[in-house]
C-alpha cells in the first residue's frame, strides 16, 4: 500500500507554513507507518502549479491512500474536512500573486467531492488518542481547497483509495520553528496515517 502526503509552502500572511515543517519532518525521516511506501512532497501554494504538481504526483506514485495538510487559523490539532468546493474564491493572492473571486476549479464539474473517509471513526482516534481534533464540513476556498478537489477528482477517475485534507494550525510568532506544534501534528498524522491503512477506514466511493 502507498501513502501520498503533502503540505504547502508559506503564503501572504503566512510567512512559516506548519504543514511544510511537518511534511518536510517526515520526507527528512521517514515515519513507520504501515505503507510499503511513502511519498512526502511540499506544494507550492499557487492554484495552478499545485494542481499540476498533484495530478502528475497521482499519476505517477499511484498511492492508495492521500493525505493532504494545510495551515489555518484553527484551534485544533487536526481538522477534518469533509468536502471539497468546486470553487476559487480566495480573500488573498496565492504565492504567485494570482488573485481568484468565484471561478470554478474544474467546469462542468461536481459543485462539491466529499472524502471518502470515515471521518467520526477517524474523529474518535484522533480523540482517544488525546490529540485536539474536529470535523470542519468545507476546505475554505483558497490553495487548500483547491487542491483538495483536484486530488479527489483524480482519485474518483482513477478508482482510487480515500483523500483526506487536514488542516493544522499556524506556528506562533514567538516559536517560528514549530517546536511541540510540530511534534504534535506529526503524532496527529501518525494516527491518521495508521487509520488511513486500515480497510474499514474506507467507507465509501468518494462523491
Known sequence: MRILVTGFRKFPGVAVNTSELVVSRFAADAPGW???????EVLPTRYEAAEVLVR???????PDRVLLLGVADTPSTARLERFALNIDDGAFP????????????????????ATAVDLQRLLADLLEAGVSAEISNHAGSYVCNHVYYTALS???????????????????????AGGALVAEVARACGIVARALARPQIHMKEAT
Open 154 to 176: 483524480e482519485a474518483v477517475a482513477a478508482g482510487a483509495g480515500p483523500v483526506l485534507f487536514m488542516h493544522v494550525p499556524r506556528v506562533r510568532e514567538d516559536d517560528p
Open 94 to 113: 496565492d504565492e504567485a500573486g494570482v488573485l481568484r473571486k468565484g471561478a470554478p476549479i474544474l467546469a462542468g464539474g461536481p459543485a462539491a467531492f
Open 34 to 40: 504501515p505503507f510499503d511506501a511513502m511519498r512526502f
Open 56 to 62: 502528475e504526483l497521482m499519476g505517477e506514485f499511484k
